[in-house]
Structure formats: structure tokens, C-alpha cells
């Protein structure tokens, strides 16, 4: 069954902290990996999409690392910001791109 | 900067009524896909639509729902009779053709639908 799933469910960090979100997928095939930010009541907004050759990619202050192998993936923020509150979604699509399957979010809560 | 667009913000309807959502996905797209969020739970797979024609649905997208392109911009969903569990909030997201795949997805900012 295609799944994702991600952890922690919810993490609260101090602002300036760095904290890793972690996913694992069983979608197979397997072509892509997408981590998304959601703002509470808004649409979800891409954060960087990851091949299968791709280890680490870069975006800002976002580093997300994925292991085809192992069929995990990171999500690293560096000096975090009271901006960075919300939930961080990772999502793998089917290789066609007919669906895409959602993991359940991790909720970051970012304190001064 | 092209984004996807959706109307209304807020829908609420009485049990049993019908409902259709708007979205207009940004121009230059042609995969088309609708979500649900029921509050609290994670972005769950409605359906996609690609030339004209649904290109694959999850077990939730029964009877009571069906999409249309009606006029080259907008991409609605319907529910025929809708029920309290249909309380979700609904996200229309649009990518470009060519490797569909791995092309970026554009999500709307979503209508919050309330079933009374």
C-alpha cells in the first residue's frame, strides 16, 4: 500500500533552533519526493522537490535530504524563525502524477 | 506571479443540498486535482483531470461528486447531496503538462465548506 508517513507529529522549538523533520514512504514506484509548507487555513506551498538521484537540495534556510534507498527523507530548517510556525508536509506522487499521497504533517510551533 | 484561485472562501449549506466549488487553476496548466482536509486530519486525494477527463479518483470520490471543466478556465467540483462528513476544507491544485510528475503542484488557498 502507498504510504507516507512522518515524524515527530508536532514539535515546538525556540526561535534561532534548528530542528529535522523525518519521512518515510512505501510509494513505489518512486520518481519524487515534495516537501510542502501549510500556514494554518491556506493552501499548501512547495518547498523543494527531490528525484531519485538527488541526496541533498537546498532551499534558503531548508535542507531536505532524501535516501531512495532506505526510502527516507529530512527536512532540516536552520535558524528557525517565528515565520517557520506551521505544519510541514511531505508528499510523494505516483509516477504518473495522476495522485499524490500526503503524509500526516509534522506541526511546528516556533517560540520566542 | 500566476496562482490558482477559488471561490468561494466559505460555503456553508444545509444537509442534503448541493454544492459546487470553483477554482480557476492557473493558465498554462492542464493537470488539474481536487483535495480535502477535514480539520485537523492530513490532505487527502480527491481526484485528477486531464484533458477533459478524470484521470484517476480515490474510494472517496463516490457518486455524489463529479468535476468539470466547463469553459477552458474553470475546474468545479460538485456534490450532489452533501452530508456532515463533506465538512472539509477543499484545495484545487494545477501543474503543467510535460512529466507531470515532476513538475510543481500549485495548491488555491482552498474553500472551508460547513454542512449544517
Known amino acids: 500500500k502507498n504510504q507516507v508517513e512522518q515524524s515527530p507529529q508536532s514539535l515546538i522549538i525556540l526561535e534561532g533552533k534548528n530542528c529535522t523533520l523525518q519521512?518515510?514512504?512505501?510509494?513505489?514506484?518512486?520518481?519524487?519526493l515534495r516537501w510542502y509548507k501549510q500556514d494554518t487555513g491556506r493552501g499548501p506551498v512547495s518547498l523543494t522537490i527531490m528525484t531519485f538521484s538527488e541526496n541533498t537540495k537546498s532551499n534558503g534556510r531548508y535542507t531536505a535530504t532524501l535516501d531512495a534507498d532506505t526510502k527516507q527523507s529530512s527536512l532540516h530548517i536552520t535558524a528557525s524563525q517565528l515565520s517557520d510556525s506551521a505544519s510541514y508536509i511531505c508528499?510523494?506522487?505516483?509516477?504518473?502524477?495522476?495522485?499524490?499521497?500526503f503524509g500526516t504533517g509534522t506541526s511546528l510551533t516556533v517560540i520566542p | 506571479e500566476p496562482e490558482v484561485t477559488q471561490t468561494p472562501s466559505h460555503q456553508v449549506t444545509q444537509m442534503g443540498q448541493e454544492v459546487i466549488l470553483r477554482c480557476v487553476p492557473i493558465?498554462?496548466?492542464?493537470?488539474f486535482y481536487w483535495y480535502r482536509q477535514i480539520l485537523g486530519q492530513k490532505v487527502e486525494f480527491l481526484v485528477s483531470f486531464y484533458n477533459n477527463e478524470i484521470s484517476e479518483k480515490s474510494e472517496i470520490f463516490d457518486d455524489q461528486f463529479s468535476v468539470e471543466r466547463p469553459d477552458g478556465s474553470n475546474f468545479t467540483l460538485k456534490i450532489r447531496s452533501t452530508k456532515l462528513e463533506d465538512s472539509a476544507m477543499y484545495f484545487c491544485a494545477s501543474l503543467r503538462l510535460a512529466g507531470a510528475s515532476y513538475n510543481e503542484q500549485f495548491f488555491g488557498p482552498g474553500t472551508r465548506l460547513t454542512v449544517l
Open positions: 493558465s498554462n496548466h492542464l493537470y
Open positions: 508528499v510523494v506522487p505516483s509516477n504518473t502524477g495522476n495522485q499524490f499521497y
Open positions: 519521512c518515510n514512504y512505501t510509494v513505489s514506484p518512486f520518481s519524487n
